[in-house]
Every structure is written in structure tokens, then in C-alpha cells.
């Protein structure tokens, strides 16, 4: 009680020697409402169409910098390799496309939502399918366990994450029969892919127990996938092998060292020796690549 | 006496260079060099942790290396590797990278003068190119036209002889 009149003779002595508009309680009220809706925004889950249409704007923001390879037969391949691994996981669903990037930097990028980019030069340093698997569950686990997605919210503008909740409402009124439409280049969601591309958080390293959760799940889907398990090792292999570009982005840049990589994959490897038979498919790899 | 001073000075450019080559690795324990990717087959020779190695091919499990002057298959897991990103020493914990310091040999010491010296016909990726970018929706759409559906991709599966196999994942967050 004695505290609360002390408080009380506190705020009518602040209230006395600070102009009216400093102590705009109504204001106040209103900013920390806001600030909290913004905050509920920020700690919500995205649905799948949102994730997809997010996933979607960074790719076309990502498009509008990297050309595309003109390879149809290449893109169809890749896809073909990408869709049947992405079915072995818990998001078989999503719809996954694959894009292989007219370029010699080595790298693969997932997108929320289920695109993932992956360059000419890295498959060019491949050998044969089982190592394209592996390098792209790799990033379709991370799709799955939604680390991209994490990055971007945590690095993500407040203002410009909290109006994408505040326009999806909007926006689901608006959708018809259930049907997916994609809002490329406006809105929200395609501010926020925007953002994340230019404060460079999809080009940033994610977290090392990340890399090493995707290497773990990678492996266990090309398995599933009927691939030899060591398929991405093989990919390690090769980046263990290689120098990077020094041009910032390049997996060397955006991963940990292989080295690393590979002595955590292998405690997982014991689980899937048992397969380490199955097809690598160097000659349908070879093929398709232009190699043989 | 001049030839060998010449030859010597000749050791002295080169030996970095081989020392740089791509296809180096080393032992990162004590193995054993076989005559297949076979642990059953025959040995060929015992190599001690940090014997350097050179990469001939990979082989799943197994990587076919020469060392010491002999050729085998060594488990892929049993060699560690030196890749570096150029004039950086590597971020790898699982060793020290003796050339980590020479990275700045091959190119300039410029990132942007490295990418551009690394990058054979094709160029490589840069984060401005779309830091500035405009959306391309028809890039997207072109894109998305080369995805493969369940069917497709099941057909194209069977082809290739690869078949499902049920394998728990243990973390169990790959789980059907």
C-alpha cells in the first residue's frame, strides 16, 4: 500500500514536470498493443502457402540476379533425382522444384517452401547420382526442418515480418477454391524474401548443428531413396579437394569444412552401412551431364 | 653446379604448387591401404595417422588414393581433407591445414580478383548480382515448368533400379 502510493506521488510528480505529449497514455497503450501484435506475429508459424509463397519470392529475387541454365534436359533431370528423395521425407508433398544455376561458383541454396537452387559448378565436380542425391537432401532437409526459415525470422525487419501476418489475413479472404496463388514481386511475403535477400541472410552461413542435422537427414533420405548412403560423403569428398572462389558465397564460405563435416556423418554411418551397396547410377549421371 | 642451383630454385616454385594440388588428403588416423574397396580383401600396405595422400577416385565407402608409392582403397571416413577458402586459413577444427597459409599463392590476394582468376568460362556467383535484383517471375515460371510430379518421379525411380527402403532415422524427425 505504502509502495503503491509512493508509486502513485511518483508518476503525478513526472506527470507535473514533463509536457503533456510526453505522457500520451493513450499513445503508450496503443504502441505497446502494437508492439505486442508485432511480437505475436513474429512468434507465429507460417502455413505451407505462405512458406511457399515466401520461398517462391526469394527464388525469383535470386533469378533476377542468377541466370537459370538453359539445360532443359539438366533441369528435368535434377528434378527427377530432387522430387523422388523429397518424397522419402515427412513433407513428400510440398511442391518441390529444383533449379540448376548457369554458374561456377559451387553451392546449393533451399528456400522455404521446397525450392532449392544448386549450381552447374557444383554438379560439373560430381560423379555419378548418388552424390547429386546426397547434395540435394541435403537441402531438402533443410526445407523439412525449416532452417531457412528460421534464419530469415530472426534476422528478419520486425515491421516488415509482422505485415506479412497482418496481410495474410487479407490475402485468404481473398483466395479462391482453395487454389495456391502465387504473389510474386508484391506484398508482404515478397517484401520480406526481398529483405532477407538484401540484408544477406540467405547468403549467410546457418548454424553449424544445422549443416550437421541436414548431412544426418540427408543421408538417411538418399537411403531411402534406394542410393548408396555415401553419396554425400562423396560430395564432402569433393569439397574437401577443392578451393573456394573467395567470392562470399561459395560453400566453403557458407559451410563448415568438410573435414568437419564428414567426422560428424560419420557416427551416423553405422545405421545405413547395410545399404552401402545400392546404386550410385554413374552412367544416367554422366549422361545427362554431358560427360560420357 | 649452375643447372643445380637452377633445379633447386625450380623445387622452390614448384613444391608449393604440387603442395596446393586438389587431389590431396591425409590419413586422419592409422589404416589400411586395400587392394579393393573391400575390407575383406587383401592389404596392401599400414599407413599411420597423417600420411599424405593423393586422390585418385572416389568409390562410395572407399577412395582410391596412391601412397607411399602404392595404389589402394582407403575408407572415405579415415582421411581428412585441406580445402581452404582462398586467403583464409579453413575453419577446420578436425586438423591444422599446413597449406591454409599459402591459400593466397593461387590468385590475387583480392577476393573479387580471386573469384575472377577461379571462375574457368562460366562466372561465378555474386551477392551483388542480387542484392539489386528485381524479381524475375518468368525465370520463376520457367523453373517451376521443369518440376517433376509423384508419378514421374516414381517412373524415373524404376528405371534406375532404386527401391524404397525403410530406414528409422535416429533423431526420427525424417520419420514417414
Known amino acids: ?292 | 653446379m649452375r643447372m643445380l642451383r637452377f633445379l633447386l630454385a625450380l623445387l622452390v616454385l614448384v613444391l608449393p604448387v604440387a603442395a596446393l594440388a586438389q587431389d590431396q588428403a591425409f590419413t586422419n588416423r592409422d589404416t589400411e591401404l586395400k587392394q579393393r574397396a573391400d575390407a575383406g580383401s587383401g592389404t596392401v600396405a599400414s599407413l599411420r595417422a597423417d600420411t599424405a595422400v593423393k586422390v585418385l577416385a572416389r568409390a562410395g565407402a572407399w577412395t582410391q588414393v596412391q601412397a607411399e608409392g602404392k595404389t589402394g582403397f582407403v575408407r572415405v571416413f579415415h582421411l581428412r581433407f585441406p580445402a581452404t577458402v582462398e586467403g583464409s586459413s579453413s575453419s577446420s577444427s578436425s586438423g591444422s591445414n599446413p597449406f591454409a597459409a599459402l591459400g593466397g599463392l593461387i590468385g590475387g590476394n583480392k577476393p573479387d580478383e580471386r573469384a575472377k582468376l577461379a571462375s574457368t568460362g562460366v562466372r561465378g556467383l555474386s551477392k551483388e548480382d542480387v542484392k539489386n535484383a528485381n524479381p524475375d517471375a518468368q525465370a520463376l515460371a520457367k523453373m517451376q515448368s521443369y518440376r517433376a510430379g509423384k508419378p514421374e518421379a516414381q517412373r524415373f525411380a524404376r528405371e534406375g533400379k532404386l527401391a524404397e527402403k525403410r530406414v528409422d532415422d535416429p533423431e526420427a524427425k525424417a520419420g514417414r
Open chain 1, 1 to 292: 500500500m505504502k509502495r503503491t502510493l509512493a508509486a502513485a506521488t511518483a508518476a503525478a510528480l513526472l506527470a507535473a514536470s514533463f509536457p503533456a505529449p510526453a505522457l500520451d497514455i493513450g499513445g503508450l497503450i496503443n504502441k505497446a498493443i502494437d508492439t505486442g501484435s508485432k511480437l505475436k506475429e513474429a512468434n507465429r508459424d507460417f502455413s505451407q502457402d505462405e512458406e511457399v509463397q515466401l520461398g517462391d519470392n526469394i527464388a525469383a529475387t535470386l533469378l533476377g540476379g542468377w541466370p537459370l541454365s538453359k539445360d532443359a534436359n539438366l533441369q528435368r533431370y535434377v528434378n527427377r533425382v530432387g522430387r523422388w528423395v523429397a518424397l522419402q521425407s515427412e513433407r513428400p508433398d510440398l511442391p518441390w522444384t529444383f533449379g540448376v544455376i548457369d554458374a561456377q561458383t559451387v553451392n546449393a541454396f533451399a528456400m522455404p517452401g521446397g525450392t532449392v537452387l544448386v549450381s552447374r559448378g557444383l554438379i560439373d565436380k560430381l560423379g555419378n547420382e548418388s552424390e547429386l542425391a546426397g547434395a540435394l537432401a541435403h537441402e531438402i532437409a533443410h526445407v523439412v526442418l525449416k532452417h531457412q526459415l528460421s534464419a530469415i525470422r530472426s534476422s528478419a525487419n520486425a515491421d516488415v515480418w509482422a505485415s506479412v501476418g497482418q496481410q495474410a489475413a487479407g490475402e485468404r479472404i481473398a483466395r479462391t477454391g482453395g487454389g495456391y496463388i502465387a504473389h510474386v514481386g508484391e506484398g508482404a511475403l515478397a517484401n520480406l524474401a526481398i529483405d532477407s535477400v538484401k540484408n544477406g541472410v540467405f547468403l549467410r552461413p546457418l548454424d553449424r548443428s544445422m549443416e550437421y542435422q541436414a548431412d544426418r537427414m540427408g543421408v538417411i533420405l538418399a537411403t531411402r531413396a534406394g542410393y548408396d548412403p555415401y553419396g554425400l560423403a562423396g560430395v564432402l569428398e569433393v569439397l574437401g579437394t577443392m578451393q573456394g572462389d573467395g567470392s562470399g558465397i561459395d560453400i566453403m564460405e557458407t559451410h563448415p569444412a568438410p573435414s568437419d563435416r564428414l567426422a560428424e556423418l560419420e557416427k551416423l554411418m553405422p545405421a545405413v552401412e547395410g545399404y552401402a551397396n545400392q546404386p550410385r547410377l554413374e552412367g544416367r549421371f554422366l549422361q545427362v551431364v554431358g560427360r560420357k
